[in-house]
């Protein structure tokens, strides 16, 4: 007797899907109607780029030319298992459910800036880069990606490293 139940992947989980046929594993979310068309836009463009033979599928072909580009060379297993963890075949509709739901879980800019406006002491716009720095290091951000994230919007004021933290959110959140 064949099961009528079909296997989801999980993606927050290292593991594989446990699954003989891969086609049959599904993701379904509405999580899509919670972004915005802008963004809907930006899922697409990248769909467009990572199919590089433009056939409607995004295959392991398609997703090691892209990692190359980028100058990345995963090995052959590094690519199965990447492959392993998406919906197959992997088409726009699948690609759209997966992405939103990931861009759900981020931040509004509202949120981002009231979080950085708790580091503003005068509602200047601008915050402590020191104070931001020393409470992410605490959290276990590395120091390399706070300086590299924070360069092009810090600014010198009165002796002080002052992030432009509304910029910031701007330049992160399209």
Do not use: W
Not at 96 to 109: N, Y
Not at 154 to 162: A, P, T
């Amino acid at each position: 007797m064949v099961s009528a139940t079909k296997p989801r992947i999980n993606y927050d989980s290292d593991e594989r899907p446990q699954t003989a046929n891969r086609s049959a594993t599904r993701v379904v979310s509405g999580a899509f109607t919670q972004i915005s068309q802008s963004q809907i836009n930006q899922i697409k463009e990248s769909f467009t780029m990572l199919d590089n033979d433009r056939d409607g599928n995004v295959s392991a072909a398609d997703l090691e030319q892209m990692l190359t580009s980028l100058g990345q060379y995963p090995s052959s297993e590094t690519i199965s298992d990447m492959m392993a963890r998406m919906p197959s075949p992997l088409q726009f509709a699948q690609y759209l459910t997966a992405m939103s739901a990931i861009l759900c879980q981020f931040s509004s800019k509202d949120e981002l800036v009231t979080a950085f406006s708790a580091f503003d002491d005068d509602d200047s716009g601008h915050a402590d880069v020191q104070e931001l720095r020393d409470a992410l290091i605490e959290a276990g951000v590395n120091t390399a990606d706070i300086d590299r994230c924070f360069k092009p919007y810090v600014k010198f004021s009165l002796g002080k490293e002052r992030l432009l933290y509304r910029d910031l959110v701007e330049g992160l959140i399209v």
